[in-house]
């Protein structure tokens, strides 16, 4: 079980490989990938801010429950911090699994909870200024599920 709060970039295909290697007793790997998203079109890049220790130790958390309650061989989550341009990766989620059920619920139950819960602060610059980015209704409702 791994949780990496970093401010470098990472490599989705390289921590993929090495996250499924040798897993000859698990019948699931799941990966997501999350990257910044440009939805207005004016997007010149995001800042990610988080106080260390307390983000690593929250994400810690959240992968503490999913292993409760999934029959989890393993799980990574890497988040991103600092300065990051459209169509950067920020995120990835992988679980190991016996079985595919538990490895995608595992996989969602981090995803929504890290776009929720992870204590990040996200600050949007445009041309026309900077704009901390706002909870989401839709976000909120994913939670309900679980």
Same mark, same amino acid.
């Given at each position: 079980?791994?949780? $990496?709060?970093?401010? +470098?970039?990472? &490599?989705? #295909?390289?921590?993929? !490989? #090495?996250?499924?290697? %040798?897993?000859? &007793?698990? *019948?699931?790997? @799941?990966?997501?990938? *999350? @990257?910044?998203?440009?939805?207005? %079109?004016?997007?010149?890049?995001?800042?990610? !801010?988080?106080?260390? %220790?307390?983000?690593?130790?929250?994400?810690?958390?959240?992968?503490?429950? #999913?292993? $409760?309650?999934?029959?989890?061989? &393993?799980?990574? @989550?890497?988040? $991103?911090?600092?300065?990051?341009?459209?169509?950067?990766?920020?995120?990835? @989620?992988?679980? =190991? =699994?016996?079985?595919?059920?538990?490895?995608?619920?595992?996989?969602?139950?981090?995803? &929504?909870?890290?776009?929720? $819960? =992870?204590?990040?602060? /996200? /600050?949007?610059?445009?041309?026309?200024?900077? +704009?901390?980015? =706002?909870?989401?209704?839709?976000? !909120?409702?994913?939670?309900?599920?679980?």
């Amino acid at each position: 079980m791994g949780v $990496r709060v970093q401010q +470098e970039p990472f &490599d989705f #295909a390289a921590e993929a !490989e #090495a996250f499924a290697a %040798g897993r000859t &007793d698990m *019948g699931a790997i @799941v990966t997501f990938t *999350g @990257v910044v998203r440009d939805t207005s %079109g004016t997007l010149d890049h995001m800042l990610i !801010e988080h106080y260390p %220790g307390m983000t690593e130790s929250a994400i810690g958390g959240m992968v503490e429950e #999913a292993r $409760r309650r999934w029959s989890l061989g &393993d799980c990574l @989550v890497i988040h $991103r911090y600092g300065r990051l341009a459209p169509g950067e990766r920020i995120m990835m @989620v992988a679980t =190991a =699994a016996p079985h595919r059920a538990d490895a995608f619920a595992a996989a969602e139950f981090l995803m &929504d909870y890290l776009k929720s $819960r =992870a204590p990040f602060w /996200k /600050k949007e610059l445009t041309a026309s200024g900077a +704009e901390w980015v =706002a909870a989401k209704d839709e976000d !909120e409702e994913a939670l309900k599920r679980w």
